[in-house]
């Protein structure tokens, strides 16, 4: 509301600077071009003022809802008379409403003399203080408390209009107010005069009434011949003037594809005015013209009367890499993805920054890009873990292992039994077994062979013959059966995968004697042998 007023009032402006008073502001009169230019048209009652300028005497001109006290009466008028209608647009504009109605005209005009209008606050808590303020100032009935010129109010509107407007309820607009020319209203004794007018029938005011309007009929043909010619002289009114300009018409010339500043340039040296209105295009560098509204080859009046449209490139539309770091890389992958980017995700090790968060992005912050275009997005993996695969320390030493072990980055772990620390002991089992790929550092239990002078231990290779047979991992058991004891028990039982055969089991064998195995995949008997000592 308040920028379509302060185009109303820059119009309003221009005519006061030329002493010319319009009368009629109303909604009716004010026209939206199809650039979205504000136009005050109808200036059918509009008078040349100055500073000993009184009306029309006796009567009262101008559309009742949006007229001023003063027109009511039949009083003096002048600029701020136009201000107070300005501010009753306004009123309607924030409201919906006008801030007068009533049966009749000559109702309403009385309630414009004497009644308090509600504050458009109060009907639309939306508006903002500053505008309120406005617009009960615009519309105070003494002129003298009024603002005292169109620059006055633009200044104040300027003031206040620091963000979007937020939009207010639309209701039904009031039908044209027709502009009448009726009996002035004096203050006194309104509604009654009128009455004793209709009930009378007065033959001798009729006759008063008729020949009151034959003169102010010839007066005003005066007036407004000697307007026009005053205007034709001094060059006071670009519409009025345009009627005797003898001024050579300005052929257009086909303008797009060229600089819209140098065009603008170029147009201003033969009087040319041109509207600018920039739109994106993702071909069309940046302040080209795409296209005009007048075609090549006609002609206008250079000096204002007529402008030239002008669509202008913005270039393409570009959109601004945010800070996306140290952010939920799904969140950002949705976000850009509905910005119309597409996203490339891209894993990386990282120290610093958490599994699963955004590292950076290319193209980097703050940098422009078109829709469409691909964003790489890193993707933090974390700290990167260094793995090595487990040797095999079955029939090693205890030092020998603990070199093995140094040499792929693993530590020795705890020795079974515990008492066994003796360099030449064998190892017969470790934990991690052999092939398993860990993390480097991973300590490695190892379990050595009891020192048994009665018996010592054999280390049995078991191959993987026909591994077809066989799925990725397989369950390895190994029993044995020792001539001494004749005892069957378990000395090996693991799940391995197919690459970590040959497997080295340890078998003891008693002195003397002999040791039967069968080992088994899978829970199937897949060999059968005999170690001896």
Do not use: C, W
Not at 420 to 430: F, H, M, P, R, S
């Amino acid at each position: 509301a308040v920028n379509i007023i302060i185009q109303i009032s820059l119009a309003i402006e221009h005519a006061h600077k030329n002493h010319i008073v319009h009368r009629d502001i109303k909604p009716h009169n004010i026209l939206f071009t199809q650039d979205g230019i504000v136009k005050v048209t109808d200036f059918g009652i509009a008078r040349a003022v100055s500073s000993s300028t009184i009306t029309m005497a006796g009567t009262t001109i101008g559309s009742v809802h949006y007229f001023s006290p003063e027109q009511a009466r039949g009083g003096f008028t002048d600029e701020k008379s136009d201000l107070y209608s300005l501010g009753i647009v306004l009123y309607e504009l924030l409201t919906g409403q006008l801030p007068f109605d009533g049966e009749s005209p000559v109702a309403v005009a009385l309630k414009h003399i004497q009644d308090e209008p509600a504050e458009p606050v109060s009907i639309n808590a939306g508006i903002p203080k500053g505008v309120n303020s406005i617009v009960m100032h615009a519309i105070q009935k003494d002129q003298s408390m009024r603002y005292q010129s169109a620059t006055e109010l633009l200044d104040d509107l300027n003031k206040v209009l620091k963000e979007p407007h937020n939009g207010f309820n639309k209701t039904e607009s009031v039908k044209d107010s027709p502009t009448l020319r009726m009996p002035s209203i004096g203050k006194e004794k309104l509604a009654v005069q009128e009455d004793i007018s209709e009930k009378t029938g007065d033959k001798s005011v009729s006759r008063k009434k008729e020949r009151t309007t034959t003169i102010l009929a010839v007066v005003t043909s005066i007036i407004i011949i000697g307007i026009i010619v005053a205007f034709a002289v001094k060059g006071l009114g670009p519409m009025v003037y345009s009627l005797f300009d003898k001024t050579e018409d300005f052929i257009v010339q086909d303008y797009t594809n060229q600089n819209f500043y140098e065009v603008k340039g170029r147009l201003s040296e033969y009087g040319i005015e041109v509207v600018e209105n920039r739109k994106n295009h993702d071909e069309i560098p940046k302040d080209i013209i795409i296209e005009q509204d007048k075609a090549e080859g006609e002609r206008i009046k250079p000096g204002g009367y007529t402008k030239i449209v002008f669509q202008v490139s913005d270039g393409p539309l570009l959109l601004k890499i945010k800070d996306y770091r140290r952010r939920e890389y799904r969140e950002v992958q949705t976000e850009l993805e509905q910005l119309g980017l597409e996203v490339d995700l891209i894993d990386e090790y990282n120290d610093a920054v958490i599994k699963g968060l955004v590292i950076k992005t290319d193209p980097d912050i703050n940098e422009d890009v078109k829709p469409g275009s691909v964003i790489k997005v890193y993707r933090s993996l974390g700290p990167e873990i260094v793995t090595s695969l487990v040797p095999n320390l079955i029939g090693q030493t205890q030092n020998d292992a603990l070199d093995l072990l140094t040499g792929v980055n693993l530590t020795l772990g705890d020795i079974y039994p515990e008492d066994k620390t003796y360099a030449i002991d064998k190892i017969i089992k470790q934990e991690p077994v052999a092939g398993v790929e860990v993390e480097e550092g991973t300590p490695v239990k190892i379990f050595l062979e009891d020192y048994n002078p009665d018996q010592k231990h054999v280390n049995s290779v078991i191959n993987l013959e026909n591994p077809g047979n066989y799925g990725e991992k397989i369950k390895v058991i190994v029993n044995i059966t020792r001539s001494d004891t004749n005892r069957t028990e378990t000395i090996y039982s693991d799940t391995r995968k197919k690459s970590d055969f040959p497997i080295t089991v340890p078998i003891p064998v008693p002195n003397g004697g002999s040791t039967l195995v069968r080992v088994y995949l899978d829970s199937s008997l897949y060999k059968e042998f005999t170690e001896n000592f």
